[in-house]
């Protein structure tokens, strides 16, 4: 047998990453892994930390291997069925939860919803509101649902096209639709997610175009549209805001200081 701390060494990848997935291996925590440097480690488990660590050396996310990812303080299940939730991503459930703050049992939808993990935490962040998802992937879906399950979320999940399985109005909507222009050299760094997800395989606006376009039919009066987009697109989709009859119309930064969310109201 080898212990953990020589393979830790050995695995040719970063020593938090490394114990993570043997912790995951050998389904202990991290923490015990610290505390047992010395611990033994099986044969069966040494075998399955050496396959997560090539995976690791090819490229692929940590989530992916581990199954999960940490949004907004709770774990979501992920696989390559759907986006890894990113920290940027928070900046928009924050922003949808101040849109909310003056509203009472508010009705909100999350259009391309992956994982979930946006209308799952804003479902168990107010539970006061009914929170509607779709997704046009049906593995998606399952997933959606599984997260759900487990965090104790009330969701109500719908198969199809961004509105397209909608039967109503909505005092919110939200999505962090595929916004990557098919040009940008990111997504050569993105090939284990769903290029679906990422990227219309145009110039990385037209899934923003069709729900801005659409959203004002499916808003309350005074509802709010929240949307998050890339790096270098919030004069273009504050554009989109406009001409389709948005008001107060305003970006917001990430947490790197970076545009990435536009939010308007329906007049």
Known sequence: MSCARDLIAASGIAALEARSLLAFALEATRESLIAQPQRQVAASAEARFRELCTRRLAGEPMAYLLGQREFFGRRFRVDRSVLIP??????????????LQAENGPSVIDLGTGSGCIAITLALERPDAGVWATDVSERALELARTNAAELGARVHFLHGEWFAPARRRFDLIVSNPPYVAAADPHLDELGYEPSGALTDGGDGLACLRAIIGQAQAYLNEGGALVVEHGYDQGAAVRALMRQS??????????LSGIERLCVARRR
């Not at 991503?89 to 939860?97: D, F, G, I, W």
């Not at 948005?246 to 930064?253: E, G, I, K, L, P």
């Open 86 to 99: 990113r920290p940027e991503t928070e900046c928009l459930v924050e922003a949808a939860l101040m849109e």
């Open 245 to 254: 009859g948005f008001q107060s119309v305003c970006t917001r930064t990430d």
